[in-house]
């Protein structure tokens, strides 16, 4: 069921993906990357039900912290250059 | 019967992550990109956390932790972003010319 799960988010995943190869401008790829930081947090919540590991949800904290910071970087470089 | 709860709420959290993605890809600007990539991801988060505290409820301290902090960090992240695009004038589909945002700004100028 766990397998399942994990290939559907993957699913998901890989659409994202689409939008960051693809995307016009830095903006769409900076959305897509935010979307995707936020995916990989919930396929670790995943993993760590599967493996029967809580350990991994320490680390699903640590990444969202580190993602919600890139995209915030992310933004004030889009508005005012480095 | 909590196991059955648990995975209905994972699967209905797969399911608005499947929709922010179409979403993402089917868009025609930017702004309804965002609100694609800022509200269904979320809800969809939270969603699944929901079903993680049902199939292991002695995580559930961590596990509200992490949907605190994504219900904290999320919105605020893609308001970021889209109030630098604003800025920068990113060309969106705009038919009845209403832009508040740039009234406000010229206002207080």
Known sequence: MYEFA????????SLTMIRFLKGPTLND?????????????????????????????????VLGAI?????????RYIEKGI | ??????????????????????????MPDLYSRIHAGAKSPTMATILLILGAIFLEPSWAPKLIL??????????????????????IDTPYINTNNIDELKDLQEGKK
């Open chain 1, 67 to 75: 993602g919600f910071l890139g995209t915030t970087i992310f933004g």
């Open chain 2, 66 to 87: 992490l949907a605190a902090f994504i219900l904290a960090t999320n919105p605020l992240s893609s308001s970021v972003i889209a109030r630098a695009s604003h800025k």
């Open chain 2, 1 to 26: 019967m909590m196991s059955f709860f648990g995975f209905f709420f994972i699967f209905l959290g797969l399911i608005a992550f499947t929709i922010s993605a179409i979403g993402l890809l089917r």
């Open chain 1, 29 to 61: 790829r900076v959305v897509a990357f935010d979307v995707l930081g936020i995916m990989a947090l919930s396929l670790l919540v995943l993993l760590a039900l599967y493996f029967q590991r809580s350990l991994y949800l320490d680390i699903a904290l």
């Open chain 1, 6 to 13: 994990s290939v559907f988010l993957l699913l998901a995943m």
